[in-house]
């Protein structure tokens, strides 16, 4: 009789589809996510005696550890599958914890493997390793010291500025840099510049652009608009020749395939897709997707920061070039990609499981944001195994009197790993008008005509607000976080209403710039990019061997327990501030100082509670404290026949009655688009979802749960003639488009 064995993975679905990939004796089950935690409501961390975490089985999951346990007493063979990282081989350790308390002696092995395939997962089972006991000690280190920083830091900001907050480990540094790269834009003073573009045109076509970098043998330095007239108009007489012209070739080397950083960014950029979109969307196409082969995972392992690639994979991928492409699309040798110093090499790119199944054939099998997501992935690996792009560049110098111009151009003489994928540009680089332009054919000392000389205005721009992608960037240069928890970091921080994502840009709220100067001045550590960096270093260390994890959470925590011990008694209390202002009450003339609400800095009334007067409050260039005067409108409270007024709120501005807060009367304020389902006599409002993304949705909810994600614009269709427009940006294109999909009305924002 055949020995019968079990196997625990994460989730259900890779329970359906590894159970397809083998026969009756396995048992696949699913512990979903962890069985066991840190207690909820308390430290759970015994931190006189070596940190000893206090463990407890997580709410709602006692009855899938029993079936695991009654299932292991029943097998021969206990295999553990979870994810091949950190997170998964814990989740193995607490499994194998509970299962030994009851079944002393049962083999328990560990299953890795980057894919879900049926070859991957029978090579698995044939060579099973044993649960890392370092990797899962480096997971056990981490989920401390992120309890000792939360359950220590977040009661003190209870206690001093409101009751919810949250501070942790990497989110407050994540909110640190958005707050300073905010400080920096607040500080920026712009700076004035023009630029001069010749628009040429030679014997042949085509026309071009030049632009002028030098007069003399210096570079072009025009302050204001009379200067670069001035020269405008000196130039205007001068004959335009060519100088020189440099011709050379150069190679474009694919990237290499995706890691979880890159993957995030690009989806960003060219899908618009959030971080934590992306890995839910990859989670799925990884676990495994119903195909004309049935189920299979289609990608690898999508929490990853290598880039090494199976050689079996590479052998399969050149197949396929060679058969669509060409040989001349491949290289003698498949490439070689280096990945960071710290990137686990155990680890494999992200990368389709099989390149034979193309987007194309799994079109009708995926829905249509499976399907980008997974096409990306797909062109990103065919190109990363193709031969570079060679074009040939052209870099003309143009002469013009005492100013000399430069044209550039290239032409794609081989396109190479372009042929398959085009890296999206980065949102905030800066792009020359004359780059990447087809030029004519000219030679030194050819003559050419002046069609016009177009002086313009610049001026130089702050450091940009961070963008999902850019904020991934960014955390992934410094060493913060890790490939598993980029989407987790930017989606909390917004959900704890630290900062807000607008117009797909992070601002930090007053409440996270608050937050974040207490955290800093007190914290200095926990606070510091370098030092958080070094954090995630010695886990690596941990998890490596190379580090215990009891001492260097002992080295943590006695300087952070005397920064602790000193902000209980200095750290600001914000809630009892109470700055005085130079301002007296409209209501009864006494004084009114600044205090802090839920909905950050307000006036209040030094009368209270016998004056409830509160205001909203701002500054001047001069730093003088003026109230914001209510906006008054001519609509009647349907409570007590008081005008409402326009006030602001924590998700923006509303209306509300002038008689608060005798009558408290409140309703969101108006697009000017009335709700287009039938029957419905609300209009569309301008409201914010928990997670902090705006929406526009019925002021009737919940009668009516109609709502729109884009902004409805009061202008009728040209069209078809429906009340409303949406507007939306994409890809850094702004346009105006009908909401009724039969219609297909589109306009760009600018265009009559």
Known sequence: MS??????????????????????????????????????????????????????????????????????????????????????????????QEIKKKYQGKPVYRLLFNEIT???????????????????????????????VGYKISPLLW?????????????????????????????????EYWSITAKLEAAAPPIFKAQLHKLDDRKAKLDDQAQAQELTDELKQQSFQVKQVKRRQKRRYPYPPFITSHLQ??????????????????????????????????????????????????????????????????????PVYKSRKSAQEAHEAIRPTSVFRTPESLKNRLNKEQWLLYQLIWQRFVASQLNPAILDTTTVEIQAGRGYFKAHGSVVRFPGFLKV?????????????????????????????????????????????????????????????????????????VVRKYVVNQQKRFHPTQLGQLVNELLVNHFPDILNVEFTAQMEDQLDKIEAGQADWVESLRRFYTPFSQNLQLAETEMRNVKLEARKTELNCPQCGQGLVIKWGR????????????????????????????????????????????????????????????????????KPLTTGVSCPEDNCSGYLAAKRSKRGKTFYGCS??????????????????????????????????????CYRKDCGYRREIGES
């Open 700 to 737: 009737n909810y919940p009668k009516c749960n109609f709502a729109l994600w884009d902004k409805p614009i009061p202008e009728a269709c040209p069209q078809c003639g429906l009340q409303f427009l949406l507007e939306r940006s994409q890809r850094g294109n702004n346009y105006l488009y």
């Open 265 to 334: 960014q690009e989806a960003a950029r060219k899908l618009g897709y959030r971080a934590k979109k992306t890995m839910l969307i990859a989670q799925k196409l990884y676990e495994g997707i119903e195909t004309d082969e049935g189920p299979v995972g289609l990608i690898t392992y999508m929490r990853t920061d290598a880039v090494r690639v199976a050689k079996e994979a590479q052998a399969e991928a050149r197949e396929y070039v060679h058969k669509h492409l060409g040989a001349e699309y491949l290289p003698a040798e498949p």
């Open 118 to 148: 049926k070859s991957a997962i029978l090579e698995a089972i044939a060579h099973p390793k044993n649960i890392d006991q370092h990797r899962a000690d480096a997971q056990v280190a981490r989920r401390i010291l992120d309890r000792l």
């Open 421 to 493: 994928y085009v890296e999206a540009k980065e949102e905030d680089k800066k792009e020359d008008a004359t780059e990447e332009q087809p030029l004519p054919a000219l030679e030194a000392g050819q003559p050419l005509k002046l069609l016009d000389l177009l002086p313009k205005q610049h001026f130089t721009q702050p450091p940009p607000r961070y963008t999902e992608a850019s904020l991934v960037r960014a955390l992934e240069e410094n060493g913060i976080g890790r490939p598993s928890t980029y989407a987790a970091i930017l989606s909390t921080i």
């Open 599 to 666: 909905n950050g800095e307000f006036l209040a009334c030094t009368g209270y509670p016998e004056c409830r007067y509160t205001s909203n409050f701002k500054q001047n260039e001069q730093g003088e404290i003026q109230l914001v005067v209510e906006e008054k409108t001519e609509e009647a409270c349907p409570k007590c026949q008081a005008l409402l007024v326009v006030k602001n709120g924590r998700y923006g501005k509303f209306l509300a009655c002038s008689n608060y807060p005798q009558c408290r009367f409140a």
């Open 159 to 191: 206690k001093k500025v409101q009751r919810g907050l949250s501070a942790g480990r990497v989110q407050s540094v994540t909110v640190r840099m958005i707050c300073e790269r905010e400080a920096k834009i607040a500080a920026f003073k712009p700076q």
């Open 3 to 96: 020995e019968k064995s079990l196997i625990i993975v994460e989730s259900p679905a890779k329970v359906r589809t590894i159970s397809k990939f083998l026969g009756r004796n396995y048992q696949v089950m699913a512990s979903v996510g962890h069985v066991r935690d840190l207690p909820e409501k308390e430290l759970g961390v015994d931190v006189e005696h070596d940190f000893t975490p206090q463990y407890v089985t997580i709410r709602g999951k006692s009855k899938i550890l029993n079936g695991i346990k009654k299932a292991a007493g029943e097998v021969e063979k206990v295999y553990l599958a979870p994810d091949p990282d950190r997170e998964g081989e814990a989740i193995c350790w607490h499994i194998a």
